[in-house]
């Protein structure tokens, strides 16, 4: 890790890209938008898909849609 007391630009640096960050999420959230969506849905499970598939070959799978 680099030390940042001997690079202090290097800080300085990151503090104004930390702050132009916040500065854009206040600008989304001005605007009403949902910042970070969670809007993925599950259809299906891994052991149900397991107990279907796990006697399957790869290229039997691979041919599978």
């Given at each position: 890790m680099t030390d940042q007391t001997q690079h202090p630009?290097?800080?300085l640096d990151e503090n104004q890209l930390v702050a132009e960050r916040y500065r854009?999420?206040?600008a989304i959230r001005e605007r009403e938008a949902?910042?970070?969506?969670n809007d993925f849905r599950r259809t299906h499970w891994a052991a149900d898909l397991h107990a279907v598939?796990?006697?399957?070959?790869?290229e039997a799978?691979?041919?599978t849609p």
């Open positions: 630009e290097m800080e854009k999420l206040a949902v910042v970070f969506p598939h796990d006697e399957d070959s790869k799978l691979a041919d």
